[in-house]
């Protein structure tokens, strides 16, 4: 995916030409070495984004659209035999009609469609 994912324009289909524009609409920062998982962190961001309580972000569940434990441990995983596993980067992925990124840095940020513009 393009990395102009705020407030830009992301290409979509490149089949059709069809391009994108988000727009933020929530974030909520991850803390590793706090109480709650990555997946919480998710779901509170996308609930935000929806205007609802975390435990209405329900269908599609969240592990049926992307492997959170995989990120988890690829960006906030544990230290191996003296070597930190922290990645720096940024992961995107679609959850219903949301953009969802996750930064290495801790910050989940949603992000919905605002206009679609075919090139």
């Given at each position: 995916m393009n990395e102009k994912t705020?407030?830009?324009?992301?290409?979509?289909?490149s089949t059709t030409g069809a391009n994108t524009k988000w727009s933020q609409v929530a974030q909520?920062?991850?803390?590793?070495d706090g109480r709650g998982e990555l997946t919480t962190a998710i779901v509170y961001a996308i609930a935000e984004a929806e205007g609802v309580s975390p435990s209405e972000v329900k269908s599609p569940?969240?592990?049926?659209?992307?492997?959170?434990?995989?990120?988890?441990?690829?960006?906030f995983g544990p230290t191996v035999?003296?070597?930190?596993?922290?990645?720096v980067g940024s992961v995107e992925f679609q959850y219903t009609e949301y953009l969802v990124k996750v930064r290495s840095d801790g910050w989940v940020q949603v992000y919905e469609p605002t206009e679609t513009v075919l090139s």
């Open positions: 705020n407030g830009g324009t992301m290409p979509d289909d909520h920062h991850y803390e590793p569940p969240l592990y049926d659209t992307v492997d959170v434990p995989a990120i988890e441990n690829a960006f035999v003296g070597e930190s596993r922290q990645s």
